[in-house]
T-cell receptor, first 114, second 113 residues
């Protein structure tokens, strides 16, 4: 049973560029959440996708956008990259409506901005 | 003030010791409490979750929640070198697994052989 998979594992970009990160949820899950984890900090919620729509959003600017596909996989896009966007980007999946069951995290994509 | 505060450590203890990790929170709407373990270069791995005040035990791990004090703890008994990792407390306002999770900043734990 494949868990949450993310690609790529590591990415280097320069300021002003755009980046797309990808996530495949755990088998049977239909909801994908994205988190940003800066070095030495806990993950911060970016947004969540369900039924191909953004359902919740954290305190992140519009430069951060996403998409969910019919097979439940998801992409995170970040435009006009800033040095402060350097972080580990985590994807978590879950099953909508499931009560008292945890989200499952992937190992993340480490994004470095030069 | 952050919604969730966690002692950053680092914390270093000898093998076999009892470890206590703690978090406080300010949002009384939080109902669902979790502890994640994160090894270097890996994603968070769920250790324990609970949705009520009191204790929940799983092997060497015990999670404790005191909603009246807005305080949660994780105890590790008979600590092992393999327990060396960063421990993240986390919580959400809803019981649904799709809820937004708010994390603490993590405590880095090292178990000395």
């Amino acid at each position: 049973d494949a868990g949450v998979t993310q690609s790529p594992t590591h990415l280097i970009k320069t300021r002003g560029q755009q980046v797309t990160l990808r996530c495949s949820p755990k088998s049977g899950h239909d909801t994908v959440s994205w988190y940003q984890q800066a070095l030495g900090q806990g993950p911060q919620f970016i947004f969540q996708y369900y039924e191909e729509e953004e359902r919740q959003r954290g305190n992140f600017p519009d430069r951060f956008s996403g998409h969910q596909f019919p097979n439940y996989s998801s992409e995170l896009n970040v435009n006009a990259l800033l040095l402060g966007d350097s972080a580990l980007y985590l994807c978590a999946s879950s099953l909508a409506g499931e009560i008292r069951q945890p989200q499952h995290f992937g190992d993340g994509t480490r994004l470095s901005i030069l | 003030q952050k919604e969730v505060e966690q002692d950053p450590g680092p914390l270093s203890v000898p093998e076999g010791a009892i470890v206590s990790l703690n978090c406080t929170y300010s949002n009384s709407a939080f109902q669902y409490f979790m502890w994640y373990r994160q090894y270097s270069r890996k994603g968070p791995e769920l250790l324990m979750y609970t949705y009520s005040s009191g204790n929940k035990e799983d092997g060497r791990f015990t999670a404790q929640v005191d909603k009246s004090s807005k305080y949660i703890s994780l105890f590790i008994r008979d600590s092992q070198p393999s327990d060396s990792a960063t421990y993240l407390c986390a919580m959400s306002a809803e019981y649904s697994s799709a809820s937004k999770i708010i994390f603490g900043s993590g405590t880095r734990l090292s178990i000395r052989p």
